[in-house]
């Protein structure tokens, strides 16, 4: 397990720690890129490919704004400053800063949205009709103020995830994709290891980044961990010409260009079902799209996903080291695109030296109780 002795033994070895990654999403991505650069030997499990199963239906804007908890808004803000060291490293990366547009919308009162934000050190600003139509010249409808968000964003969520499994890769990780673990594997003192095909594969650390299947992954350490799965539905176009410059959040269209110019849109970032089914909700989409932006009946619809949020009980991320079980860390979480780079270079640092970030204090999974020691659960050493 990863205590101090052993990290002490691990840096006079030369050798780093051996680690499992369960999932391929975003989040185990970015935790699985930034450990092996931190000199981790890593192999990541996917039951899927490289890319995760959330993630490639996630709206995917980069945000955040005071309407969180004043912690949680000051974990995403530093995210959103980490996507730009993220971007430096890695150029490769599908994601653009380049700004959100809050339209107004009912209970929302613009001008102390936007002071509030400024007072917490957000860069945001009130802008008229006038600069509105600069920035987007071709929105059909007429707006009056509005607030501009300069330093949010969006990545194309799937692309960055593969992105970073291949960078892992080149760095000495290990893909292991389409191959699903089927459970712990327990020590006396804690997890050392995962069952593959009905065989054990050690490792001094085991990171669950498994989105919507974490909670069933680690509740043989005895660990209920409240998690949800709500839907989201986000209507995509076929490509067209570029109409759009930044991310705008209008009253019951949020909607954004993906770099080959397919429109994707939702009735929020969170996809709410807008009229019984996807297919009511996307025509009521798109016919708010057609009104929005020019080309009417060439606006055509493409394809509507609906994914599932891998939600922990109180909303908020979970990030941290199972509490009562050595050589568990778990990483589940909303907002994983947002979170991906603060979220990859906290835990990889608080994994290969013990040292865990002030930002991630609230975010720990033993908000939720804590766990019993692993061995009380499974009696003597063996497959869990
Ligand atoms: C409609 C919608 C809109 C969203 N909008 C935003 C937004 O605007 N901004 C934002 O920041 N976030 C948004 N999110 C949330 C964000 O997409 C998720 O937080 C993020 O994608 C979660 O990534 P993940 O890697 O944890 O999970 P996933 O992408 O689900 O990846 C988990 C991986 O684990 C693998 N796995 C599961 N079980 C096993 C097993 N036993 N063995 C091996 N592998 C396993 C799966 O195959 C999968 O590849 C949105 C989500 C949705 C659905």
Same mark, same amino acid.
């Given at each position: 397990m990863?205590?101090c002795?052993?990290?002490?033994? #691990?840096?006079?070895?030369?050798?780093?720690?051996?680690?499992?990654?369960?999932? $391929?999403?975003?989040? !185990? $991505?970015?935790?699985?890129?930034?450990?092996?650069?931190?000199?981790?030997?890593?192999t990541?499990?996917?039951?899927?490919?490289?890319?995760?199963?959330?993630?490639?239906?996630?709206?995917?804007?980069?945000?955040?704004?005071?309407?969180?908890?004043?912690? #949680?808004?000051? &974990? +995403?803000?530093?995210?959103?400053?980490?996507?730009?060291? /993220?971007?430096?490293?890695?150029?490769?990366?599908?994601?653009?800063?380049?700004?959100? /547009?809050?339209?107004?919308?009912?209970?929302?009162?613009?001008?102390?949205?936007?002071?509030?934000?400024?007072?917490?050190? #957000?860069?945001?600003?009130?802008?008229?009709?006038? +600069?509105?139509?600069?920035?987007?010249?071709?929105?059909?409808?007429?707006?009056?103020?509005?607030?501009?968000?300069?330093?949010?964003?969006?990545?194309?969520?799937?692309e960055?995830?593969?992105c =970073?499994?291949? %960078?892992?890769?080149?760095?000495? %990780?290990? &893909?292991?994709?389409?191959? +699903?673990?089927?459970?712990?594997?327990?020590?006396?003192?804690?997890?050392?290891?995962? +069952?593959?095909?009905?065989?054990?594969?050690?490792?001094?650390?085991?990171?669950?980044?498994?989105?919507?299947?974490?909670?069933?992954?680690?509740?043989?350490?005895?660990?209920? /961990?409240?998690l949800? $799965?709500?839907?989201?539905?986000?209507?995509?176009?076929?490509?067209?010409?570029?109409?759009?410059?930044?991310?705008? /959040?209008?009253?019951?269209?949020?909607?954004?260009?993906?770099?080959?110019?397919? =429109?994707?849109?939702?009735?929020?970032?969170? @996809?709410?079902?807008?009229?019984?089914?996807?297919?009511?909700?996307?025509?009521?989409?798109?016919?708010?799209?057609?009104?929005?932006?020019? @080309?009417?009946?060439?606006?055509? =619809?493409?394809?509507?996903?609906?994914?599932?949020?891998?939600?922990?009980?109180?909303?908020?991320?979970? &990030? !941290?080291?199972?509490? *009562?079980?050595?050589?568990?860390?778990i990483?589940?979480?909303?907002?994983?695109?947002? =979170?991906?780079?603060?979220?990859?270079?906290?835990?990889?640092?608080?994994?290969?030296?013990?040292?865990?970030?002030?930002?991630?204090?609230?975010?720990g999974?033993?908000?939720? !109780?804590?766990?019993?020691?692993?061995?009380?659960?499974?009696?003597d $050493?063996?497959? *869990?």
């Amino acid at each position: 397990m990863c205590g101090c002795a052993t990290r002490v033994a #691990y840096l006079m070895s030369g050798k780093g720690p051996q680690i499992i990654v369960a999932g $391929a999403g975003i989040i !185990g $991505a970015s935790i699985a890129w930034h450990l092996t650069r931190g000199g981790g030997r890593v192999t990541v499990f996917d039951a899927g490919e490289a890319g995760g199963v959330a993630t490639p239906n996630s709206f995917s804007w980069i945000n955040s704004n005071y309407s969180f908890a004043r912690p #949680y808004f000051a &974990l +995403r803000h530093h995210s959103m400053g980490e996507w730009r060291r /993220l971007s430096r490293v890695l150029p490769q990366l599908p994601v653009s800063l380049s700004g959100s /547009l809050y339209l107004p919308a009912p209970g929302v009162d613009l001008e102390k949205f936007v002071k509030r934000n400024r007072a917490w050190g #957000y860069r945001i600003e009130l802008i008229d009709g006038a +600069r509105f139509r600069e920035l987007e010249p071709h929105w059909r409808h007429e707006t009056g103020l509005a607030a501009r968000a300069g330093d949010e964003g969006a990545a194309e969520a799937e692309e960055v995830a593969q992105c =970073l499994v291949a %960078a892992a890769v080149e760095e000495g %990780a290990v &893909l292991r994709a389409k191959t +699903r673990i089927e459970g712990l594997v327990f020590s006396h003192s804690g997890v050392c290891g995962v +069952r593959v095909n009905g065989e054990t594969v050690p490792a001094d650390e085991v990171i669950v980044a498994a989105g919507t299947a974490t909670a069933e992954l680690v509740s043989p350490c005895g660990f209920e /961990l409240p998690l949800t $799965a709500p839907p989201g539905i986000l209507v995509h176009t076929a490509p067209v010409a570029p109409l759009l410059n930044s991310i705008v /959040l209008a009253d019951g269209l949020h909607i954004r260009q993906k770099p080959g110019g397919e =429109l994707l849109a939702g009735a929020d970032n969170q @996809g709410t079902e807008l009229d019984g089914d996807p297919e009511a909700s996307a025509e009521i989409l798109m016919q708010r799209m057609r009104a929005a932006l020019p @080309g009417g009946d060439a606006l055509a =619809l493409a394809g509507i996903t609906t994914g599932y949020r891998p939600t922990p009980g109180d909303g908020l991320p979970v &990030l !941290g080291r199972a509490p *009562g079980v050595s050589g568990l860390y778990i990483a589940v979480m909303h907002s994983g695109v947002t =979170l991906c780079p603060a979220v990859g270079d906290f835990a990889a640092r608080e994994i290969l030296t013990g040292a865990r970030d002030t930002l991630l204090a609230p975010f720990g999974p033993e908000r939720f !109780g804590d766990m019993p020691r692993a061995a009380a659960v499974h009696g003597d $050493a063996g497959d *869990g």
